[in-house]
């Protein structure tokens, strides 16, 4: 199995951080890859809840993703789920959030179970284009 992790910091204060992934109608304004779009944001932010997020590129085809919320620690730690509506396969995302200086944060995200290095590399170049998106909502 592989995994991805990224390490990156954010000029905002760790529970603003979190929140980015907790609310829908702020999730979707970030949670797409380039310019592509979420025009359906669907979170159950609970222990044992579900969620679904479609990201949608400009020839309006869509990409769907969903999963459970495996553990939710705020504003410190997600665990959750991650299946492609196109795919049998699951992996698993885990978010640490930790507060730096200066009302500054860091974001780390594991993404693992993956079955091949190929699909992992996709999964890395997808998470930078959602991440490089994150800033414009803190």
Not at 29 to 42: I, L, N, Q, T, Y
Not at 85 to 113: C, G, R
């Amino acid at each position: 199995m592989f995994q991805l992790k990224i390490d990156q910091e954010f000029n905002a204060p760790v529970a603003t951080l979190f929140n980015a992934w907790s609310k829908p109608e702020v999730l979707a304004k970030w949670f797409a890859p380039g310019d592509m779009s979420v025009p359906e944001a669907e979170l159950e932010f609970k222990k044992g809840g579900q969620y679904r997020i479609v990201m949608e590129n400009k020839e309006r085809e869509q990409f769907i993703v969903g999963g459970t919320y495996l553990e939710i620690d705020s504003p410190n730690k997600l665990v959750f789920s991650w299946q492609w509506s196109t795919s049998p396969h699951i992996t698993q995302v885990t978010v640490l959030f930790s507060e730096l200086a200066d009302n500054k944060s860091k974001l780390e995200l594991i993404h693992s179970e993956f079955e091949t290095q190929e699909f992992c590399d996709k999964h890395h170049q997808g998470w930078m284009g959602c991440l490089a998106n994150l800033p414009r909502v803190l």
